[in-house]
């Protein structure tokens, strides 16, 4: 297994499941000190996953202690190699503007990869789409990823390196029509896709203005579904086979972006799409075999 992150301090959000959980997952596996956090510690009143669930799947890469209090840090102290859980909600600008500061404190300096999974996804149709639920979700997908970003970057400039990575999604692409799709979810993500949208240009303008720091900044979307507990919860029984992509793929896409060259900077990266062009492998979430679809994945 590589150790390609060993030393490297990662701050990875929405890291209660799906694919948050994957990529905290490989990071922690391929060595570095990673910091997750999302509003569910214990439990959620409709979807599987909670922060203490992470932590504890974390547990089989390498010795953790036993959590402590669910709504603070939880998890080891600040050495290298730790895994700690905080609890912030991203909806909330007082939650996350403490958040970055309080995982470098967790985790003994300053955060090196930035990952911004966490996604709000609230689906309707545009005509009677409420107003607030448009703010939640502009403030979770793109006012969040901005703050995160606006405070790990000095200390990344300082250091002359870092990796910032936003997790997109197809469904910011401009519906090709007339005729329009109308199948499945087609006319009812308009407006979570213009938050991903948002997004993207967001990714390509941090790229532009720090090019020359040792900073890199990109978006990976999936090209199919990923069926994380919320997509499946929304689009189940809506999608083919060859709609799907297994979670280990787009996770293997995500952390070659932690770890990508300089000049690799400003890209909406599609996932299947990079693994075929650098010719990568799809392994296991915990980094330790190629990945095999025929073999069932473990749980938590």
Same mark, same amino acid.
């Given at each position: ?13 929405? *890291? ?9 997952? +490989?990071?922690?596996?391929?060595? *570095? ?11 959620? /009143? ?48 007082? =939650? ?17 990869? %930035? ?7 609230? !689906?309707?149709?545009?005509? =009677?789409?409420?107003?607030?639920? +448009? ?11 901005? /703050? ?34 109308? /199948? ?14 948002? @997004?993207?240009?967001? #990714? ?8 020359? #720091? ?8 999936? +090209?199919?579904?990923? %069926? ?7 689009? +189940?029984?809506? %999608?083919? *086979? ?14 070659? %972006? ?16 990079? @693994? ?9 979430? =915990?980094?330790?075999?190629? !990945? =095999? ?8």
């Amino acid at each position: 297994m590589s150790a390609r992150f060993a030393g490297r301090r990662a701050l990875v959000t929405g *890291a209660s499941r799906g694919i948050g959980v994957g990529i905290a997952e +490989r990071l922690a596996a391929e060595g *570095a000190s990673v910091a997750v956090t999302a509003r569910t510690v214990e439990h959620h /009143d409709h979807l599987a996953g909670s922060l203490r669930e992470t932590v504890a799947r974390l547990r089989g890469l390498r010795a953790l202690t036993e959590p402590g209090a669910p709504a603070a840090v939880t998890g080891d102290g600040p050495e290298r190699g730790a895994v700690v859980a905080i609890a912030a909600d991203l909806a909330d600008a007082d =939650d996350r503007a403490t958040l970055v500061e309080r995982a470098a404190e967790a985790l003994g300096g300053p955060i090196e990869i %930035l990952v911004n999974n966490a996604a709000a996804a609230v !689906y309707g149709p545009v005509g =009677d789409y409420p107003l607030r639920r +448009r703010r939640m979700m502009y403030e979770v997908n793109v006012h969040a990823p901005i /703050d995160l970003a606006q405070a790990v970057i000095p200390a990344m400039v300082a250091a002359g390196e870092g990796w910032i990575v936003n997790v997109s999604s197809g469904s910011a692409r401009h519906p090709e029509g007339p005729p329009f799709r109308t /199948d499945g979810v087609a006319l009812t993500f308009g407006v979570y896709g213009s938050t991903k949208a948002a @997004l993207n240009r967001i #990714t390509g303008a941090l790229a532009a203005e720090l090019y020359g #720091t040792g900073i890199r900044v990109n978006t990976v979307e999936p +090209r199919a579904a990923v %069926l994380s507990e919320g997509a499946e919860a929304v689009m +189940r029984g809506s %999608l083919r *086979a060859d709609q799907i992509e297994p979670l280990e793929a787009m996770v293997e896409a995500a952390v070659a %972006l932690c770890c990508c060259p300089t000049d690799h900077t400003g890209r909406v990266e599609v996932s299947l799409d990079l @693994l075929a062009r650098d010719g990568l492998t799809v392994h296991t979430l =915990d980094g330790r075999r190629v !990945y =095999d679809p025929a073999d069932p994945r473990p749980t938590a």
